[in-house]
């Protein structure tokens, strides 16, 4: 009886969360969705993030797209999301040209690329607001740390989110630096006949949510996402 009252409240909760996110606007939509994810997260430890982020790593190398890949954008992460440094270092180590984005600006267009020359320069590089590791702003797009955003040198790009679903719909974070960047750099990479650039959302287990994502015309559909447990394909890829 125990275990059917609480399957009852879960159910119960789905469903109110679900009935809330239904009248809302798009926005609100999104931020009920947000602030359900990251409370989720809140309860996993170090240790769970750790122990996820190594089983999201094995089965990232797994994928055929990553094994063809040369150049590949990874985020380095922040609090709540899988940690990125070991995929950094395996990037390294099969040979494959490393990009990171920079955030220079509060606009949805201000997120540059630049080349990771080797693993442990992240290492020097002060934190910004959100705790993720980059290097000064005057540094960005000069001889130090040229801006490669716009040279359709990254074929592959590994994206953080607050929630993907198993279609691959991806719930950023609410700022459009990913989005924005993948539709201007795929518009580039067709007028130039290029494939457009192979996305995965990469999640801890709390991220992969049953419910629709809401999108706009301007949200990029993945064409994968992998988490600890399973890996998924858009119907697209």
């Keep these: 009886l125990k275990l059917q009252f609480l399957y009852f409240i879960g159910l119960t909760a789905i469903y109110n969360l679900t009935l809330r996110i239904i009248t809302m606007g798009l926005r609100e939509q ?42 590949v954008s990874v985020y380095l992460s922040m609090s709540g999301e899988v940690v990125t440094y070991a995929i950094v270092q395996r990037l ?12 220079t600006g509060p606009n949805h267009q201000d997120m540059r690329m630049i080349e990771l020359t080797a693993p442990t320069v992240i290492e020097d590089w002060p934190k910004n607001k959100w705790g993720i590791p980059e290097p000064s702003p005057e540094s960005i797009s000069s001889d130090i740390y040229p801006d490669v955003t716009h040279q359709m040198l990254i074929d592959t790009v590994l994206c953080p989110a607050v929630a993907f679903n198993s279609d691959c719909t991806r719930l950023g974070h609410g700022k459009g630096y990913y989005d924005s960047f993948l539709n201007r750099s795929n518009a580039l990479r067709i007028k130039a006949h290029k494939s457009p650039i192979y996305t995965i959302g990469l999640g801890l287990s709390p991220q992969l949510i049953e419910h629709k994502i809401p ?10 996402v992998v988490t600890p447990d399973a890996t998924f394909f858009s119907n697209a890829a």
């Design 30 to 71: 999104k931020q009920v969705l947000r602030k359900s994810v990251q409370q989720k997260l809140k309860e996993l430890s170090s240790s769970d993030i750790e122990k996820q982020s190594d089983r999201v790593l094995n089965r990232l190398f797994e994928t055929s797209a990553l094994k063809n890949a040369a150049g």
């Design 92 to 103: 390294f180590k099969a040979g494959k040209k490393v990009y990171v984005p920079c955030i």
């Design 215 to 224: 999108t706009d015309q301007y949200d990029v559909q993945l064409d994968a």
